[in-house]
């Protein structure tokens, strides 16, 4: 995996969010009419969003890495590292609808669809296997994202991973004659004491979505 590349553009674009304040100001304008269901601490809710939005991508390289180690330690490679491949490359070679977007901004674009394609290939998995394949819910965090990016647009991202998902696994992938020999590595001891060691990203991220309907205003 070239994370060390994933890594070198996270850094430029911290460099060059610290010069421009780009992702700040369009954050700032975002503060007022922001879904009510995302709270934000009271004190600084700019720098929450701004600390959100930093580890939400800085957190793809992170996954690719530890989910690489284990699917070598799983022996499960031939199944996680296409996934972790295609994650990848929407940071290297971003669709053309990505076009024009940069720095931090154009990155959280790309992390949202690498973080989503994990999401939506997991909701597969654990459809046929009764688990996911990368044991990461970061399915609240998707959804802060995505109402930071905004619609039309975050929808336009989320049908680029639906069809991305629809290119990688369909019925067939899952009917192999490896499927159950598969599915008793992902169950095995030595699978879930790998996954055990991999740190909780997410749990970090700060940002709390509330889903109870009778505290948010539609």
């Known amino acids: 995996m070239n994370t060390p590349a994933l890594r070198e553009m ?90 024009g977007h940069e720095g931090l901004d154009g990155l959280l674009d790309e992390a949202y669809l690498a973080h989503r394609l994990v999401e939506e290939v997991n ?31 975050a929808n336009q991202l989320d049908e680029a991973v639906h069809r991305t998902v629809l290119g990688m696994l369909n019925e067939d992938s899952f009917k192999q004659d490896s499927v159950q020999a598969y599915r008793e590595r992902l169950n095995a001891p030595k699978t879930a004491a790998a996954w055990q060691r991999w740190p909780c990203f997410s749990a970090q991220l700060g940002v709390e979505l509330v889903l109870d309907t009778q505290r948010v205003t539609p």
């Open 10 to 99: 996270i850094e430029k674009a911290l460099h060059h969010e610290a010069k421009s304040g780009q992702l700040a100001a369009q954050l700032q304008a975002q503060i007022n009419h922001i879904h009510p269901s995302i709270r934000l601490p009271s004190a600084n809710p700019l720098a929450a969003l701004i600390g959100f939005v930093t580890a939400y991508i800085e957190e793809v390289p992170q996954v690719i890495d530890a989910a690489a180690q284990v699917a070598v330690e799983a022996g499960i490679e031939d199944q996680i590292k296409p996934v972790l491949k295609v994650a990848e490359q929407f940071f290297l070679q971003p669709p053309a609808l990505m076009s």
């Open 123 to 153: 909701d597969l998995y654990i459809g046929h296997f009764g688990q996911p394949l990368i044991p990461l819910d970061t399915t609240v965090a998707n959804l802060v994202a995505h109402q930071l990016i905004g619609e039309p647009f």
